[in-house]
């Protein structure tokens, strides 16, 4: 049987999650603080798995809905 692909997302979150856990996770860019709340690194890991798997993120979909009141 054929193994399954892992998504996008799947594969960017463990990325992120192995990057905490050596420590080297930054908030930002590289020059930001090195993140060492473990609720912080889940948000970025969700954060970037969207952008990752190019689904909307909450702020486009907050951007949108203020345009159409408009």
Do not use: C, D, W
Not at 18 to 40: A, C, D, F, I
Not at 63 to 70: C, I, S
């Amino acid at each position: 049987m054929a193994k399954k692909k892992e998504s996008a997302m799947k594969r960017k979150v463990k990325k992120v999650f192995h990057e905490y856990g050596e420590g080297k996770l930054h908030s930002g860019s590289k020059k930001g603080p090195v993140v060492k709340n473990r609720k912080q690194a889940i948000a970025i890991a969700l954060s970037e798995g969207r952008k990752a798997e190019g689904k909307k993120t909450s702020k486009t979909i907050k951007r949108h809905k203020k345009a159409k009141k408009k």
